[in-house]
C-alpha cells in the first residue's frame, strides 16, 4: 500500500499556515490545458537525494517523475547539465536565483531512502519566479516493487498543483493484446499502468476476447468472450483471475460496462438479429431492458453521477449518439454530423463525451459538450477508435489501427485540446483500452 | 472429406501416368489437376457432405456497406442453401455474420448479428426448421480478405453458413 505524509517541517521552515500559498500579483504558477498551442513551461529537478540505500531507485524516480510531466507536452524538462545550483541535501535553502537564471519556472527537489523493503519518496515543489513553495512538502511511500507508484503520486502531485486538474499518472489500463495474423487474430486481456509499465495478462489467448472495463474500485473487469463459441458477456476478477458469465441467456451479449456506483451493469443483448441496451443489477442479477427498438442500439456509457446514459443507435438510419435516463424511456439525439458515430464515453468529469466519428473515408477521435455543442476532431486516421478518458477527464486513450494485410492496432492517448497525440509505450499490439480509477 | 480426397488422389495417378510419357520430352507437370479435362476424369464432391453443400449451393452471402438485407444473389444462393438443407435433414447450420473493419467493434457485433439473422429468417422461409438454424457474430473479428480496399471489404461482409451433422440446436 502506498502511504502519503504532508512535510511538516516544510511548513515549519517556509513559515506558511495550511493556507493555500498566495503569490505574487500574477497569480499561482500555473498551465492551463484548455488553452490552444502552448510553449511547455520550463522546470527543473534539482537532483534527488539520497537518504540512505536508494541505490539505481534514486535516478529511477527521478526520471519517471520528469517523464510522467514531460509526457503531458505541458513542461519540458531543463537538463541538470544547465544547472547552477548544487544543494547539499533535501533541506537545503533554494537558491532561487540559480534556478531563475536557467529560466525555471517551477523546481522540484526531492529525496529517496530505502527502509525495511520500502521506498520513501519525498519531494517540494516551488514557484521559482515568485520564490516561493506551492504547496506542501510530501512524502510517499511504497514497496521497492512498487517504487513506480510512489513516483507517479509524487508526479500527480506536482502536476496537479501546476495545472489545476486532477492526478491521473497514478492508474491502471485495462486492454487486449493481439497477436497472430489478421485473419486468425489471437486476443488475451491484459493490464498495465498508464504508462505501459507493469503489464500483466489476465486470461489466455484460446479464445477471443473483447473490450474489458474495470469496475469503478478497479477491482473487477467487465468484457466479452467468445469462449462459449458465442459472444458473451463476462466479469472477470482482477486479483482472483475468476471469470463468469453474467447471465444464461438466449442471444449474444455484448459491450458491457458498470455503473460509477457500480451498482449496475448495462450492456447490449441480441436477440433475433436485433440488438438493444439491457441494465442489470449487479448483486442479484435482474436484468430489464432499456431500449426496445428495431434498430441497433449499443456501446451505452454512465453519466458521472449515474443518471443518465449515453449510447449510440442507427434508428435514424446511420449510428448516432442519444442520450436518455438511466432508468430507459424516449433519448434524445446529440450528434447531428455527417457521418458515423459510435464508442460514446462519458467523461468523469461530467462535461464532455467522447467518441468514435466515421466520415469521409477517416476515423476520428472526437468530443463534444453533452448537449451536442462544441463537437471537436481531437484525431484524424484510418481507423481510430474507442476513446476511454483519463481519470481526471483532460487525457483520452484510444486504438489506431494501421490500414493493410499487416496493419494492426496500437494504444495512443491525446489531450483534449488535441494536442500531444503520443504512442504508448508497449510492446506489440494491442486495442481495446479502458482507463482506471486513480489508485488510492 | 476422406472419399473425396481418393477421387482427387486417383484423378491425380490417371494424371500422372497419362503424363508419364510425354514428360519425357518436356518439362514435368506439376499440378495433378492441369490434364483434369482431358483425361475426362473430374473431381466432384459426395452428396450429402458439408464440402458438397459448398460447392452446390454456395456457402456464403455478401451485403451491401452497413446493409443487412439480402440481395437478389445472395437470395438465389440462400434457396439453394435450403434446398440442400432440406434435402440433407440430418445436417444443422450455424449461420456466422461478419463485417468489414470500416466500423466500430461493438456496432459491427451488432451488425453482424443483424446479417446472419437475415439469413436465418430466408432460410426459415424456404422449408428449413428453425431448430436446425443457430447464428453466430464475429464482427469485425475474423475477416476472410485482409486487405484495407474494398475489394477485401466487399468479400468481408458476409454471412457464412457452416453445416455440421447433427440435429440442431
Known amino acids: 500500500m502506498l502511504r502519503k505524509l504532508f512535510l511538516t517541517s516544510a511548513l515549519a521552515l517556509a513559515g506558511l499556515g495550511l493556507a493555500a500559498p498566495v503569490l505574487a500579483q500574477d497569480g499561482p504558477l500555473r498551465i492551463e490545458i484548455t488553452d490552444g498551442v502552448i510553449e511547455p513551461m520550463p522546470f527543473a529537478i534539482s537532483t534527488f537525494h539520497d537518504e540512505g540505500g536508494a541505490g539505481e531507485l534514486l535516478s529511477q524516480v527521478q526520471n519517471l517523475i520528469a517523464a510522467d510531466l514531460t509526457g503531458t507536452g505541458l513542461f519540458r524538462e531543463i537538463p541538470s547539465t544547465a544547472h547552477i545550483a548544487r544543494p547539499d541535501g533535501f533541506e537545503t535553502p533554494v537558491a532561487y536565483e540559480d534556478w531563475k537564471a536557467i529560466n525555471a519556472q517551477a523546481l522540484i527537489t526531492g529525496a529517496v531512502r530505502v527502509e525495511g523493503g520500502k521506498v520513501i519518496v519525498k519531494f517540494r515543489l516551488f514557484d521559482v519566479f515568485a520564490g516561493q513553495p506551492l504547496g506542501d512538502g510530501m512524502q510517499f511511500d511504497a514497496s521497492t516493487g512498487n517504487w513506480r507508484r510512489a513516483a507517479h503520486k509524487a508526479a500527480d502531485q506536482v502536476y496537479a498543483r501546476l495545472t489545476g486538474e486532477g492526478p491521473y499518472f497514478d492508474s491502471r489500463v485495462a486492454f487486449v493484446q493481439e497477436s497472430g495474423p489478421k485473419d486468425a487474430r489471437r486476443k488475451r486481456i491484459g493490464v498495465m499502468d498508464y504508462d505501459g509499465a507493469n503489464v500483466k495478462y489476465l486470461t489466455d489467448d484460446s479464445s477471443l476476447v473483447l473490450a474489458p472495463r474495470f469496475s469503478p474500485d478497479g477491482s473487477k473487469l467487465l468484457y466479452t468472450s467468445f469462449v462459449s463459441g458465442f459472444p458473451k458477456a463476462m466479469m472477470l476478477d482482477v486479483n482472483s483471475l475468476g471469470s463468469r458469465p453474467l447471465a444464461d441467456q438466449q442471444g449474444m451479449s455484448f459491450s458491457p460496462r458498470f455503473s460509477p456506483d457500480g451498482r449496475w451493469i448495462v450492456y447490449s443483448l441480441e436477440k433475433n438479429g436485433n440488438t438493444d441496451i439491457y441494465q442489470m443489477d449487479a448483486a442479484s442479477g435482474a436484468q430489464r431492458p432499456l431500449t426496445n427498438a428495431p434498430s441497433i442500439e449499443t456501446s451505452p456509457s454512465f453519466s458521472p453521477d449515474g443518471s443518465q446514459i449515453v449510447f449510440e443507435s442507427d434508428r435514424s438510419g446511420q449510428p448516432q449518439l442519444y442520450i436518455m435516463s438511466a432508468s430507459g424511456g424516449e433519448p434524445k439525439r446529440i450528434s447531428f454530423g455527417s457521418g458515423r458515430y459510435g464508442t460514446p464515453v462519458w467523461s468523469p468529469r461530467g462535461d464532455m463525451i467522447a467518441f468514435t466519428r466515421q466520415e469521409g473515408g477517416k476515423f476520428h477521435i472526437g468530443v463534444m459538450r453533452t448537449d451536442g455543442s462544441e463537437e471537436k476532431m481531437l484525431t484524424e486516421s484510418f481507423l481510430d477508435e474507442g476513446p476511454t478518458w483519463a481519470p481526471n477527464g483532460r487525457v483520452v486513450m484510444f486504438t489506431r489501427v494501421t490500414p493493410g494485410g499487416n496493419g494492426e492496432p496500437r494504444l495512443h492517448s491525446v489531450d483534449i485540446t488535441g494536442r500531444n497525440m503520443r504512442p504508448v509505450k508497449l510492446n506489440g499490439a494491442a486495442s481495446d483500452p479502458d482507463w482506471g480509477p486513480l489508485l488510492p | ?169
Open chain 2, 1 to 169: 472429406m476422406k472419399i473425396i480426397v481418393k477421387f482427387a488422389a486417383i484423378g491425380a495417378l490417371l494424371t500422372i501416368a497419362a503424363c508419364s510419357r510425354p514428360a519425357q520430352q518436356g518439362p514435368l507437370v506439376n499440378d495433378p489437376y492441369a490434364n483434369m479435362n482431358q483425361s475426362g476424369v473430374g473431381v466432384g464432391t459426395l452428396p450429402g457432405t458439408a464440402e458438397h453443400f459448398k460447392a452446390t449451393a454456395g456457402d456464403t452471402v455478401l451485403f451491401p456497406v452497413d446493409q443487412s438485407t439480402l440481395t437478389p444473389e445472395a437470395r438465389t444462393i440462400l434457396a439453394n442453401q435450403a434446398g440442400w438443407l432440406n434435402q440433407n435433414q440430418g445436417f444443422a447450420a450455424r449461420i456466422e455474420g461478419h463485417a468489414d473493419e470500416q466500423g466500430t467493434r461493438e456496432y459491427n457485433l451488432a451488425l453482424g448479428a443483424r446479417r446472419a439473422s437475415s439469413v436465418q429468417e430466408y432460410l426459415i422461409s424456404q422449408g428449413v426448421a428453425s431448430g436446425r438454424l443457430s447464428t453466430v457474430s464475429y464482427g469485425k473479428e475474423r475477416p476472410l480478405a485482409i486487405c484495407s480496399t474494398e475489394e477485401c471489404y466487399t468479400k468481408n461482409r458476409r454471412a457464412q453458413t457452416v453445416v455440421s451433422p447433427g440435429a440442431g440446436m
